[in-house]
């Protein structure tokens, strides 16, 4: 089974360098694209993030626009409709301090799950680390 995130490296690059948010609303934006799991709990997207969030699907239309321009074909409702906000006012306020515990209680995703797509966003946040250092743009967004 494939357990690639749904954007590539340098689409999420894309959508790091648009965002001008701060490290912690960046994590949770990004959550989106690796979180595989649907929950019965409505978003309670904090203020800060809601913004960002409405943008999203149409960052996405313009990803599958650039995508099929450069010969990739991509179904735009379907790529649409993979980014889940599930985990990105969980993941906001654990980039905040709060504990895993008390993360994990306010959802009901399964621990398992959680862990599985933090995983998946550290590799995601690992990819962009790499291009940015590619492009020469490492010290001016990450300071390494």
């Not at 690992?126 to 967004?141: N, P």
Request: with cysteine; charged share 25%; net charge negative.
């Amino acid at each position: 089974m494939n357990r690639q995130p749904k954007i590539s490296p340098l689409q999420s690059w894309e959508i790091f360098l648009q965002s001008r948010s701060t490290s912690s609303q960046t994590v949770a934006l990004l959550s989106c694209f690796v979180c595989d799991e649907k929950s019965s709990e409505t978003i309670k997207c904090v203020e800060e993030l809601s913004g960002p969030l409405r943008s999203m699907p149409d960052l996405a239309r313009r990803i599958v626009k650039i995508s099929t321009e450069c010969k990739l074909e991509l179904d735009e409702e379907a790529y649409v409709e993979k980014f889940r906000p599930y985990l990105m006012d969980l993941l906001l306020i654990w980039c905040k301090g709060a504990s895993f515990l008390s993360v994990c209680e306010m959802t009901d995703i399964f621990e398992g799950s959680v862990i599985r797509c933090l995983r998946r966003l550290e590799e995601l946040l690992y990819q962009i680390c790499q291009i940015a250092k590619g492009v020469g743009e490492h010290h001016r967004y990450f300071g390494i």
